[in-house]
């Protein structure tokens, strides 16, 4: 099955769209809560994290991603008989805090632990595809992997500022101070770890604008090119 990674900016729809899109792909959802949770399996100790292959068959999301993690780990950080340089004290909040929360420094040296573990997490997570993975620079990171298709959500900021400020019953000056300052934490993420603006046309395979279509109508089309995408690449294969 594919992976999508889906991007957006606040008041996009872009996050109920990536929820719906998995469901009707039939294919795990990841987003900004589900990480969280595999950071908090993942910052206890790695033993205790081993146990869970001693569980039944039926394991949860975050368990499953958590073993997944492991094991690409345990070269580095099992025989080294340490904790892994990219996974240590503070890798929840990296994987789960809000992009403006994330670290902006100017110099890209600075953050090089924060985007190497960024990459890592992203890529291993994807690696076993019948996934959607939602924001956390996934369609950057996979930008260059031809079995990931790459959606991005765009809407005009005055519509998204009005559709938020409506969907939380705020006013439109509240709406307006948080999609801004959202913008500029996704933007400033991007341009830090990528030098590409959030919603580049080089990162992504297809972008829709939700302004102009109905979510129903991103959703379809978004599940058809994921199906075209998959069968276009497993034929590639066999040649």
């Known amino acids: 099955m594919p992976v ?3 991007e957006g900016y606040l008041g996009s729809g872009y996050q109920n769209i990536g929820k719906k899109v998995s469901e009707k792909l039939e294919i795990d959802f990841v987003d900004r809560v589900i990480l969280s949770e595999v950071a908090r399996e993942l910052d206890t100790h790695l033993g205790e994290i081993l146990d869970l292959e001693k569980k039944p068959q039926e394991k949860s999301l975050v368990e499953k991603l ?3 993690l492991l094991k690409a780990l345990e070269k ?3 025989a080294g ?8 004290q503070g890798v929840e909040n990296l994987l789960s805090q809000p992009y403006k929360d994330f670290p902006h420094t100017e110099e890209l040296s600075e953050n090089l632990d924060f985007t190497k573990a960024i990459r890592k997490v992203i890529k291993e997570i994807a690696s076993e595809g019948s996934v959607l993975i939602l924001g956390r620079g996934a369609s950057g990171v996979l930008r260059n992997d031809p079995n990931a298709l790459k959606v991005g959500i765009y809407c005009d900021e005055e519509v998204r500022i009005k559709k938020y400020a409506e969907k939380y019953n705020i006013s439109e000056e509240e709406s307006r101070q948080k999609v801004v300052e959202y913008d500029e934490g996704k933007k400033n993420y991007y341009l830090n ?7 580049d046309p080089s990162i992504f395979n297809i972008i829709f604008n939700s302004e102009l279509l109905s979510e129903d109508e991103i959703i379809d089309d978004i599940c058809e090119n994921a199906k075209k995408y998959l069968m276009k690449r497993s034929d590639a294969k066999k040649k």
Do not use: H, I, M, Y
Request: no cysteine; aromatic share 12%; hydrophobic share 40%.
């Open 193 to 199: 770890v990528f030098q590409k603006q959030p919603l």
């Open 81 to 88: 008989g340490g904790a892994d340089p990219f996974f240590g």
């Open 4 to 6: 999508v990674t889906l």
């Open 66 to 68: 958590s073993e997944r």
């Open 76 to 78: 580095s950080a099992l």
